[in-house]
């Protein structure tokens, strides 16, 4: 296990598994919805033209979210994964 | 209590349980009734401080003795187990389905690129995603505008024409009184077709809404330009309304149903307007030509720009003041794997979209037609605009623009009309100055000869739609072709009336000012009155100091 870091400073390609989601309760709450929930794991996929939103592959879908979002999903880096 | 609910129920820990079972057995005590609910669920719900559910239940005796416990339990919780509760039966949940996944489902490599890989790939681009978007918007307007305007000018024609013609006829029959004749022909019939005349444009809009939404682009729409929106505090999916807003407003304001969070729609909704419609390109084109002849162009350019320039400062506004942004705008967004829109779908979504406008929207706009009609008939028998309630109205009002360099009650009667429609400005001065434009040389038809002028009228329409159509494709000719259609004797008129200082103070009003009644109805039926309300008078309030800021100004710069 690699140490801990939020989710909107990876790059594409990495892979993390979630460890903690801050923020207020009503965005955790729509996280959650979303299957965003700790233990799972994220894979950065693209970032917008812009470089904001980024695009996420979680659960066998694909999610978007803001930077200043995704700032509050804690994460670790997956090493050696095939991403 | 259900068959599945009896022989299933995930266990929460312990720790939740306990409280779970403290509620229920309070539930029991307290004889608190909980209507359709099941108890187990409803004390998970209270637990997790659902908000539906508080509010339903602060509304059942005994509710707020319940909640308050349900509060003391989850604190508790929290202390003990250090997360909320509802993150903390997510957890329980995700865990057991998780569980049954493992066992029951072997996932397929997951390396294996799709389709929709593939689009997404060059959609969402880094360099191409953006070229891509506007081409996409590109079409999508020029269809949406363009290949609708055939039609609408068709069914303006039918209603106009033919339809007028025969309500006449019948009236003549039943020898209806004169008043009910120009009632019926000029309020009623001129106040329907002011709101069927959005049928085709609506229709048309809806098609492409449904299949951009049903396909998956427009999440993808929303990915590639919420960067870009953001700035104003708007969503990714502004945008698209937006753009339909050069157009028309009115079907614009619809478009914001594509955007969840109910902030986003309405800040949208009160930006849209500010984006230049067609309607008042007529007014800039001839007061273009009358006072700036050869850099017309230039000045119309500068109104458009200056109506995107002032929605951007209005959306930093808003976003400060009353509408900050809340978690309903964060920016949480499912791209879709593509799919091919379901036809059936994409009709019922443009038909209840439509027959929902003409319902709710129509009688705003019926209505005001027929008070515009009240104001330029009474007092009983007036013969000219100058003497009738209008008249007064607009006398009254006009001192209020003198500080703008337009204050003649002209001035103030045909901004008054441009209320029910922009475009109107433009014929209302030409009544004004000029007298009646000549009677329309109506020879009468038979019903049989319109009807098959109103077929007719179809398959041109059609056809000219067709072309419209083909010429997108090469994406030629975007300006507008009739703009030397104009008008000397009113170019002549205007130039008694105007400077060119106040020629441009005027144009600047009548880009920002009050959006049309059809716009407010829209706004209305959206977002209820007050919005509708906000909507008139802000930008009327920007309207002016924008006007004034512009005349002053240029007075200073010793350019009036």
Known sequence: ?83 | MNLVQSLFRLDYGGKIEREIARLISMFDEMKFDVGRYPQRWLAIKLLEADADILERVRNIPNGEKIIASAQQGAEKLKSMLGDDVDLLTADRRYGYINGVVRQSFHRPKLDRITLTDRIDDIVTHKWLGLPVFFAVMYIVFRLVIDVSSPFLDWTDAVINGPLAHWFSLLLDLAAAPAWIHSLVVEAVIGGVGGVLVFVPGLLILYFFLALLEDSGYMSRAAFVMDRFMRVVGLHGKSFIPMILGFGCAVPAVYATRTIASRRDRILTALLVPLMSCSARLPVYVVFGLAFFGARAGTVIWAMYALGIVVAMVAGMVFTRTILKPDVSSAFVLELPPYRQPALKSVLIHMWENTREFVRKAGTTILFASLVMWLLLNLPWGVENQRDSYFGKVSGVIAPVFTPLGFGGWETGGALVTGFMAKEIVVSTMSQIYLGDEEAQASEPKTIGEDLIGIGQGFMDATVRSGRILLSIIPGVNLMVEDAQGEDTALSLALQKQFTPLSAMAFLVFVLLYVPCVATLGAIKHEFGMSWAVTSAVYQTAVAWVAAFVVYQGGRLLGLG
């Open chain 1, 1 to 83: 296990m690699s140490e801990s870091t939020q989710l909107h400073l990876l790059k594409p390609g990495q892979k993390a598994t979630i460890t903690r989601i801050n923020g207020e309760s009503a965005l955790r709450r729509r996280f959650v919805e979303m299957g965003i929930v700790k233990g799972e794991t994220i894979l950065i996929e693209r970032n917008a033209p812009m470089g904001d939103p980024v695009e996420y592959f979680i659960k066998g879908y694909h999610l978007a979210l803001r930077k200043e979002e995704a700032a509050q999903i804690e994460v670790t880096l997956q090493r050696g994964a095939n991403g």
